[in-house]
């Protein structure tokens, strides 16, 4: 497929969660599986930040969510009620334990249903997305400046009542 922007590089990711997730809206996703690779633009993210009762780093580190305490860059996937792999990628610097998840590419929403359109598993956790030859992101040069919605997190009904008002989700205003 020919390239539609340039690599992403590491700097990129090393911000806070909710500058990153907003930051994501627009960039093309990139998977390559199989020789083939597939570009998918994000339409749809979730911060989860330091001293955040609804992040999985909240309280501390586990095997399960040690690649959000890697550098910001790094992928996170995770199994989510058995059925669905559910894809973030670490923001910050190392030991933050900070990230965004990813809920929308193209017209697709939700969470679990991109990792399936995306052929993503968890054989991508760890994976360095500046460098990873399997997963990417990409500039999107041919958008113009999009207008973004923020809204309340999704299913974090166990969070503390001032996390559960952030607004932490971004989405691209159709």
Same mark, same amino acid.
């Given at each position: 497929? $020919?390239? #539609?922007? =340039? ?9 806070? =969660?909710? *500058? !990153? ?7 093309? !996703?990139?998977? +390559?599986?199989?020789?083939?690779? =597939? ?10 930040? *330091?001293?955040? =009762?609804?992040? +999985? ?14 550098? %910001? ?8 009620? @058995?059925? +669905? ?18 809920? @929308?590419?193209?017209? /697709?929403?939700?969470? %679990?249903?991109? /990792? ?17 030859? /399997? #997963?990417? !992101?990409?500039?999107? !040069?041919?958008?113009? /400046?999009? $207008? #973004?919605?923020?809204? $309340?997190? *999704?299913? *974090? @009904? ?14 691209? $205003?159709?």
């Amino acid at each position: 497929m $020919k390239s #539609i922007g =340039s690599r992403i590089k590491e700097d990129f990711f090393i911000c806070d =969660s909710e *500058i !990153l997730a907003e930051k994501l809206i627009g960039k093309y !996703l990139c998977v +390559h599986i199989n020789g083939k690779t =597939s570009k998918f633009m994000i339409s749809e993210t979730e911060a989860y930040g *330091i001293n955040d =009762s609804a992040c +999985h780093c909240y309280k501390g580190r586990t095997k399960r969510n040690a690649p959000m305490f890697c550098k %910001g860059g790094t992928v996170y996937i995770y199994l989510c009620y @058995g059925l +669905h792999e559910i894809a973030n990628i670490a923001a910050g610097k190392e030991n933050e334990g900070q990230g965004v998840m990813i809920r @929308g590419l193209d017209n /697709t929403f939700g969470p %679990g249903k991109i /990792t399936k359109l995306a052929g993503i598993d968890r054989s991508f956790n760890y994976e360095y997305l500046p460098t990873s030859l /399997t #997963i990417w !992101l990409e500039e999107n !040069l041919t958008k113009s /400046t999009c $207008k #973004i919605e923020k809204f $309340k997190r *999704i299913g *974090i @009904g166990y969070a503390v009542q001032q996390d559960q008002d952030k607004l932490w989700r971004f989405r691209i $205003k159709n």
